[in-house]
């Protein structure tokens, strides 16, 4: 099983809708949890961190559930500039060290 | 804040020579970095993780003699591939953490370089 796991897609939307990504990971253990965002041969940026109180962040909201051991990603009203692949990441602490488990990416192309 | 470089943006060498890319925290003080590599349509693997001032710590089946890591200061960290070859063509990127300011416990956030594309002929 690996450690973090995503749908790959690409799941296609029209542009305004409403779109959930979900990522579980392994590692009870795990630190911390983020969504990245990664544009065509381009470096991941953060879109958020993740907490168990969830949190939002204007169309995007993220939550964390410890016990499912499960993050997800809604994005609500769609732009075009949205279209990009969502990594879920989970930081792990590993001899003193933190550590970024990356899964591979869920690809989301908004359609005008 | 939190702005990290990465030197040369895009390489193009021949086989068998070695290629150094620079990856600098400019805004803050790095007191780890990690190397990764990305193939095309895969996600980023993790190459060797890197503390200021001591050996990097290298990833199972990353070869420590073909990928030589210097983090010689809280501000930069080189990675070396030496006698490159085809295979290692690639998307390698940096990225750095930090200490939160606040001197709570380390959240372990990292902020990633834009990254060097390696072509080896």
Redesign the interface.
Known sequence: RKEVEQDPGPFNVPEGATVAFNCTYSNSAS??F?WYRQDC??????LM?VYSSGNEDGRFTAQLNRASQYISLLIRDSKLSDSATY?CVV?E?TSG????I????TRLKVLA | GAVVSQHPSRVICKSGTSVKIECRSLDFQAT?M?WYRQFPK???M?MA?S?EGSKA?YEQGVEKDKFLINHASLTLSTLTVTSAHPEDSS?Y?C?A?QKVRTGRA??????????T?LLVL
């Open positions: 630190q911390s983020f041969r381009k470096e991941p940026k953060l961190s990594l930081n602490r060290t933190y550590k970024y990356f899964g591979t990416g | 780890t990690f895969q996600s980023l993790l993780t503390n710590t998307f990127i990225s953490s380390y959240d372990g956030t990292q902020y990633f370089g834009p990254g594309r």
